[in-house]
């Protein structure tokens, strides 16, 4: 089977992306036939990459789900991937279960890198998921919804990695009620130069910032056509150097709703860095954010 020029640029990507790391790994790919997978044909059919032991699930290195492939996780599961080990979507990632789905790390002293979403995975749903003990949920050019996850504990951060434990990429996702906590840099990030709009509705987002830099916890920067929407949100701090909200924008804003959140205990509520910034801020309480006591910096 010959690959095109986009799957090939990809994988050398994926194989770039590895050798940063200076660790040899083997990636599995599914087939790209179209086909709907679980987790337990992908233990069958992924010669040993994917396995299945005391009740848990391992991924060792990585695993790519092809452009026309889709996994659906509808049973409760525990996910426990190896160091560096990484999920890698082109296709669609499916998670409902009934309680939860936990992708954690085998060792939590051996972190791995975590999902990466490409820009033919926006039909990819993530619900009821634990995710943990990683680095991030990388949305690179895709609008997917993430709902009702636990999103915690990922304080795997090198040079070349994410500094986010959602990070957005030319990405427009949703992400509802949600709990987002303790994590080494911002909950949800994006890059000052590159255009995304979430939707960031519902959630619980508190004492993220464990490194205690100068991150805040919503760390957006420039921002698509569509609405940037941070709505209904508690966003709680502890460590004195993390904010709350803010944009930093190359670029603009176009448009920006902040409203009917709670914003406490940061080191500052929101903060909007640029002139081209189109906001409406409404109905939020911003309530003791002093935790640096320094005004003039926080």
């Not at 040899?24 to 990459?49: C, E, M």
């Not at 995975?121 to 993430?146: D, P, Q, R, T, W």
Request: charged content about 10%; proline content about 3%; glycine content about 8%.
């Amino acid at each position: 089977q010959k690959f095109t020029y986009l799957y090939m640029k990809r994988y050398i990507y994926i194989l770039a992306f590895l050798f940063v790391f200076q660790q040899t790994y083997a990636i599995y790919s599914t087939p790209g036939t179209g086909r709907n997978w679980n987790l337990d044909s992908l233990v069958a059919n992924s010669s040993g990459h994917f396995t299945f032991s005391g009740g848990n699930y391992f991924l060792n290195d990585t695993l790519v789900i092809s452009q026309s492939d889709t996994i659906k996780v509808f049973q409760n599961a525990i996910i426990k991937m190896g160091n560096l080990s990484l999920l890698y979507v082109y296709g669609t990632l499916f998670v409902n279960p009934a309680d939860s789905v936990k992708i954690t790390a085998a060792d939590t002293t051996l972190k791995h890198i975590g999902i990466k979403m490409d820009s033919t995975s926006s039909a990819s749903v993530l619900k009821k998921l634990i995710f943990e003990y990683g680095n991030s949920i990388h949305m690179l050019n895709c609008n997917i919804l993430i709902d009702s996850c636990t999103i915690r504990f990922n304080t795997n951060y090198a040079s070349g990695m994410q500094s986010g434990a959602i990070s957005l990429f030319k990405a427009n996702a949703t992400i509802s009620h949600c709990k987002i906590f303790r994590n080494i840099r911002a909950a949800i990030v994006s890059g000052a130069n590159i255009s995304s709009s979430p939707v960031i509705t519902d959630n619980l987002i508190y004492e993220n910032d464990t490194e205690n830099g100068n991150y805040p916890q919503i760390n957006l920067g420039a921002a698509s056509t569509s609405p940037v929407i941070i709505r209904g949100n508690t966003i709680r701090g502890l460590y004195p150097m993390s904010g709350g909200i803010s944009f930093l924008p190359i670029g603009s804003v176009p448009t920006l709703i902040i409203e009917n959140n709670i914003i406490k205990r940061n080191r500052y509520g929101i903060a909007l860095q640029n002139s081209n910034i189109n906001a409406y801020i409404n109905n939020n309480i911003i309530d003791s954010n002093n935790a640096q006591g320094l005004p003039m910096l926080g």
